[in-house]
């Protein structure tokens, strides 16, 4: 029983780890399409 508690643990740990990168990653591609449209906005007639 301690050993499941504990892997559950350690995968609740993991998960909440590879949800603060996606929100990480997710910030940085919002700010990488907002310097894009910035760009392609020169070339609009």
């Known amino acids: 029983m301690n050993a499941a508690v504990t892997v559950m643990d ?3 740990q993991q998960n909440a ?3 603060q990168d996606g ?3 997710a ?3 919002r700010a990488q399409a907002e310097t894009l449209r910035s760009a392609v906005r020169a ?3």
């Open 17 to 19: 780890a590879f949800v």
């Open 43 to 45: 070339f609009q007639l």
């Open 23 to 25: 929100v990480q990653a």
């Open 27 to 29: 910030g940085a591609l």
């Open 10 to 12: 350690r995968v609740t």
